[in-house]
């Protein structure tokens, strides 16, 4: 189905619920499944807009070090398991390496946290962080990771992993991947008739009787609406 | 987008500043009439059925940073609505420790791109608020002014709603409302428990056709990034663009207007603006004016319009233009529901924004706040985008196994990934909406100092929250417990208190700024007569909100659309009578 005949159909409102629309328009056959989107934001952007996005990609924050312990620490946050891929296969490093040129007002706190893993990977173990092993990482991570429990000596460390799990976790459910472990099945056009009955039944709930009448009704959605003098629906 | 301009000189029966709701309505009413119309807009044009201003349908890959706001979409990456919080090279200031904060848009509709398609009718009470508690003023019109405004605006825009009866919540002639949403059941749970009413909301929304030009609602819950169906109102997809197809209107984009220029004797003879592409100064000649910028934004304008006549800027003898400037309030509260967690997944994305609201419910009389508020909710299952599974430092405790042991705060791994697909969907909101009291010493002014990149002096912001609104920003916390405990919800956060004003918004952030250009019968109290039209100058008239008396406990916009209707009325009729 073409983008026009997708059109021509919402206009008429002859959808039911049960014919979802699959998105083939060029665009969004060309769109990354993976891979941060390279060309800026996609749709009604003024000349302001493009420009920025095009700056925003020519330039560089983060140094190869850097993207080494983020990806590390990105994988450790949202690992590859059976239903989902790891956030470094989703180009969530490269997701964060735009939003600190986006939101530069993050870049100090981003980057201070990532040199203090150097700090505490030497304290520790006598070497730079991303030359520890697995079980070194953890010893570091772990002590950043729980807020509630951490020492207070860590309390800016932990500031620090709330920010990063906050934007790993951006960065990882914005995919069609996290849309899928999340099993988000909307953004598509349908037909709401409602909570579906089963779902009513489990949490124990009925619709108000004396709106039964008046909510919508799908067959409806293609019928121009009219009314008498006083309101009602005819 | 298009950008048109003409030599001066040309001259129409009336040019119209802003295309939002006011200016909108106005161009569509005026130019059906026969009228020859030039809207004058300082942004661009903008039509969402076009693929190359379609935000709708789009997922979050689509975007960089995934749909997370930006300085010029402060709502999201993919919000229509282009302007925002601070517009580069379009400064305003504000004095002795003002808060006021202005959202604007530059775009063919304004802010109607952006807005939660809330379409409420003032009732009754709404137009005489100071008989009723002694504060304010009255306005010179009432109810039954207005209702057959009110119907006429339903049947041409659509909106949805259930007939309830309630005196001060004004019935109209409503599409079907969408059945709730699980979230919205478990809410309503709450409310009722607390006697709270929670009914079907009222929103711009066409979930049945009213014509054959705009298509259906088909549930994306995206109406913020405007509909390439038209199936939700703005005023560009369903004022202005109908009217430059079928009447004598010609829209001059990228234009802003500087002053409102005018003859010896003090009658408005058309607009100065810059064309912002070319920076250059140009002027068009109308027998009427009609200013719908924004309530701020016009009485800027006016300010700005000084002559021989008008010392102290055009329609402002009485030196109340600009004051009585007031913004709804605005708190929030949220809480987690367990009974959620965990649940089953389907497309629960509905219309663009909620299915059930919570009009006002008490008599103040009993309180200790002169004026009410209405609750709006949120929740669900929405699209994961910029912010989704976050805040887990403080929200994974609310999870807990299936021994009912709780998660730690924090983490990592597998067991936070599948924590966060368990919690999602289970967290909702509220937040209230309430009515101000309109206060003299509430006011825009220019700022001597100032100016903005078009060399037009820039607006200055004096406003102050009384008593008033923090008692019911307070009473709003209460109720916000109430029903979240009562629908079974953990509240989450700490109860906003007195240090924070119980979360009350600052001034401006809930964009229901009105009143700067408030009318009135007593020319020496107000800048407006009944009809809108100056008192100072009689070919100049206001459609926005900047002519209201009071902002109701509702959303401005259904009343800008009715007053701006009726005014174009009154413009049509004055100039057969030649009075104008």
Known sequence: ?234 | MSFQIKSSGDSYDVIIVGSGAGGGMASKILSEAGLSVAIVEAGGDFDPAKEADRTQLRPPWESPRRGAGTQIRPFGDFDAAIGGWEIEGEPYTRKDGSEFDWFRSRMVGGRTNHWGRISLRFGPNDFKRASIDGLGDDWPIGYDDVKPYYDKVDKLIGVYGSKEGIYNEPDGFFLPPPKPRLHELYLKKGATSASIPMIPSRLSILTRPINKDRGVCFFCRQCNRACQVYADFSAGTCLVHPAMKQGKVDLFTHSMVRKVTTDDSGKATGVSFVNVKDMKEYKLQSSVVVLGASACETSRIMLNSKSKTHPNGIGNSSGVLGHFLHDSTGASRSGIIPDMMGRERYNEDGTGGMHMYTPWWLDNKKLDFARGYHIEYGGGMGQPGYGAGGNMESMRKYITDEFGKPSPNGGYGQGLKKDIRQIYGSTVGMSGRGESVPRFDNYCEIDPAVVDKFGIPVLRFNYKWTDQEINQAKHMQDTFEEILTGSGAQLLGTKPGADSLYGLAAPGRIIHEVGTARMGNDPKTSVLNSNSQAHDCKNLFVVDAGSFVSQADKNPTWTILALSWRTSDFIVSELKKKNI
């Not at chain 1, 099993?183 to 349908?190: F, L, S």
Request: glycine share 10%.
């Open chain 1, 1 to 234: 189905m073409n983008r026009r005949e997708n059109l021509k159909l919402l206009f008429t409102g002859t959808f039911s619920t049960g014919l979802i629309l699959t998105g083939c328009s060029p665009e969004e056959q060309a769109s990354p499944e993976n891979a941060l989107l390279s060309g800026g934001t996609i749709g009604g952007r003024t000349d302001e807009e493009i420009q920025r996005d095009k700056e925003l990609f020519s330039e560089t924050f983060f140094t190869d070090t850097e993207r080494k312990k983020l990806s590390t620490l990105v994988d450790i946050i949202m690992p590859k398991d059976d239903e989902s891929p790891a956030a470094s296969e989703i180009g969530v490093v490269d997701f964060m390496e735009f939003m600190m040129k986006d939101q530069p007002g993050n870049q100090t706190r981003m980057r201070g946290g990532l040199m203090w893993l150097d700090y505490e990977a030497d304290e520790k173990f006598g070497k730079a962080f991303n030359e520890l092993s697995e079980s070194e990482v953890m010893g570091i991570v772990d002590e950043v990771a729980w807020p509630d429990t951490a020492k207070p000596d860590y309390e800016g460390g932990v500031r620090w992993f709330n920010a990063l799990r906050n934007l790993t976790c951006s960065g990882y459910f914005s995919t069609e991947a996290g849309w899928k472990y999340m099993g988000y099945v909307g953004n598509t056009p349908n037909a709401w008739d409602g909570v579906p009955q089963e779902v009513m039944d489990k949490h124990g709930f009925q619709l108000e009787k004396k709106y039964l009448p008046v909510y919508l009704k799908p067959e409806d959605r293609g019928r121009v609406a009219e009314w008498d003098a006083d309101g009602n629906l005819t």
